[in-house]
């Protein structure tokens, strides 16, 4: 298997999927469209991640390359059909990407809070061993408001509808983040769009307050991780043999 990822900022990589891809010795290729990398020829590739980052789906004058990066993404899934996963901003790209709509996130979700995944979610190949409740990393001030025509919500928060869902049979997404590693958080820190998120959302401190919580559920983050990994790896595969 050959894995594209799709990254718009440098430390948002695909994280702690990073070690299961070593373990595995899957090949992977990123692409850091935000430095000006080209989308590549997709046609040698059998699954696209595409990671999170500190823009906006409609940010398209500031960050251009985020026109063909939606072309690509809507060949992937509706041309080529093949797996597909979006994490935080890959997960709005998608929706935006195939005609469903973003919008402000109010009140933005910034910490550690729980997503429940819908009687779809329980069901779902790849979302359907994650927990049916679960705290999850969430950092975002911009929602899916509609997801595209064909698409199944599989997890909801009491915040933001669509915390995960489903479009079509092969492309699957979140808007809370799985990829989670110890040093995750105080990276993002650094950031200073995610910075002041944070701090606008919980006050001073937050940032170590944040990483505070999270340290010991990192066992669990990292569990949900593993099993959202495979359980997409299994379905790739299967789409692999079957196209």
């Known amino acids: 298997m050959r894995l594209l990822v799709f990254q718009h900022i440098a430390i948002e990589h695909p994280g702690i999927f990073r070690d299961f891809l070593r373990e595995d010795g899957i090949k992977w290729d990123a692409v850091e469209l935000d430095e000006g990398q080209p989308v590549p020829d997709l046609s040698g590739y059998d699954a696209l991640w595409v990671m999170g980052g500190p823009m906006d789906v409609w940010d398209v004058e500031e960050h251009p390359w985020l026109i063909p990066e939606k072309r690509a993404i809507r060949r ?19 929706a935006d990407s195939l005609g469903g709509t973003c919008g402000p996130q109010r009140p933005p979700e910034v910490g550690i809070m729980e997503v429940s995944l819908t009687e ?7 979302f359907g061993r994650q927990p049916p ?12 408001a ?26 699957w997404s979140a808007q809370y983040h799985v990829e ?58 299967t789409m692999a ?3």
């Open 133 to 144: 409740v679960a705290k999850a990393l969430q950092w975002h001030g911009v929602r899916v």
């Open 146 to 171: 509609q997801p595209p025509e064909d698409a199944v919500v599989l997890a909801s928060s009491p915040a933001c509808r669509v915390q995960a869902m489903r479009v079509g049979d092969r492309a």
């Open 76 to 94: 992937w899934v509706r041309e080529l059909r093949r797996p597909f996963l979006g994490i935080c901003l890959g997960h709005q790209l998608l």
């Open 241 to 243: 043999v079957t196209r």
């Open 120 to 126: 779809d979610g329980k069901r779902d190949m790849v």
């Open 180 to 237: 989670l590693e110890d040093g995750t958080i105080p990276a993002w820190g650094c950031v200073p769009e995610y910075a002041a998120a944070l701090e606008r959302t919980h006050g001073a401190g937050a940032l170590q307050h944040m990483a505070d919580e999270a340290r010991p559920l990192m066992p669990t983050f990292n569990d949900c991780a593993r099993r959202l990994y495979q359980d997409f790896m299994k379905a790739a595969g």
